[in-house]
């Protein structure tokens, strides 16, 4: 930030009353959806995907109430705190979701492919010998004889992925409102790096009610939780960047959704075998705090995180666009 300006899109110093209520609420309410997991069947609780859901709107609650009831002063211009209006200048917007959508695929894939590299999954390319098992056991599940070339089914999957980054995003605007919305903004006077650091944890352990239960990795104890702190750091760098470098929220909902949808590629190129850690190949895995950390570094080196600029609320070209 350059000059004495004051600048609505972050407060002069951390609110952290608002903050600690803000977490208090979002960790309260996850809690709360999750519940019934925890009462009966966990994840195979037949309402677990509508529960799901449900818990990423919690932060988008949490941020709208501190923000509203808690915190002093209240924010001049609410919509641009959060990042969610003026959508201008929509070319910076635009292309930077873009970036984030499709960068967000690209994480997912070099993962899997780093994993193949240091020997720690085996591909199968050819007949995709694991996701066949998979397709053959749903069919015959269903007593269905029908026979659907794999390789068609697994290419599908894939040119469907920003398709489904964008039906997520549905769902990513309850967290990113939240986390990139009011969080990241609310903590931007501690420093770029900081704030960024500090919401990519509260984020992660957001997450323990389903993490305890086993999602995504398998491991529902202290090590999957702290897994899943790792993943939501380092991934949430970049789309803490994302807002930051656009001043927009959508962006890192994009960004988010296409995350979300690419998540399974692991599955669909594997080779048949040994069951293996999901922690070994999922883009919030190790591989992916590797990927994840190297582009970080490119953004460093290309001073990429002190470019903040705001959104344009009079349709003059703002700064570092």
């Known amino acids: 930030m350059s000059g004495t300006a004051p600048r609505f899109d972050r407060p002069e110093r951390v609110p952290w009353a608002a903050v600690g209520v803000y977490i208090a609420v979002a960790y309260g309410l996850a ?46 211009h609410v919509a641009e705190y959060l990042g969610v209006a003026p ?31 240091v020997g720690a999954i085996h591909l199968d390319l050819v007949t995709f010998s694991h996701f066949a098992q998979i397709v053959r056991a749903q069919l015959a599940a269903v007593h269905t004889s029908v026979s659907i070339p794999v390789g068609l089914i697994v290419l599908l999957q894939l040119i469907a992925i920003p398709v489904g980054g964008l039906l997520n995003s549905v769902a990513t605007v309850g967290e990113e409102l939240g986390w990139r919305g009011w969080l990241l903004p609310s903590l931007r006077p501690l420093g770029t790096a900081r704030s960024l650091l500090l919401t990519g944890l509260i984020w992660g352990l957001w997450h323990s009610p389903i993490i305890l239960l086993g999602y995504n990795f398998g491991e529902p104890n202290a090590w999957g939780v702290l897994f899943m702190v790792l993943g939501c750091v380092t991934y949430g760098v970049l789309i803490g960047w994302l807002r930051l470098r656009s001043a927009s929220l ?27 850690p999901p922690v070994d190949y999922i883009p919030l895995g190790w591989p992916g705090w590797v990927v994840c950390a190297l582009l970080i570094g490119v953004l460093a080196l290309l001073r990429q995180f002190r470019i903040q600029p705001t959104l344009d609320r009079k349709g003059a070209r703002p700064e570092g666009l």
């Open 250 to 276: 959508w962006p890192s909902v994009l960004a988010h959704g296409a995350f979300n949808a690419s998540a399974g590629v692991g599955t669909l190129l594997l080779a048949a075998g040994a069951p293996i």
């Open 87 to 117: 959508f201008r200048p929509a070319r910076r917007i635009i292309g930077l979701a873009l970036i984030g959508m499709f960068g967000s695929i690209l994480v997912a894939l070099l993962s899997v492919l780093l994993a193949a590299a």
């Open 31 to 76: 809690w709360l959806v999750a519940a019934p997991l925890w009462l009966h069947g966990g994840l195979r609780n037949p309402l677990a995907g509508i529960l799901l859901i449900a818990m990423m709107y919690t932060p988008a609650i949490a941020a709208l109430f501190v923000v509203f009831v808690v915190q002093r002063p209240r924010p001049v």
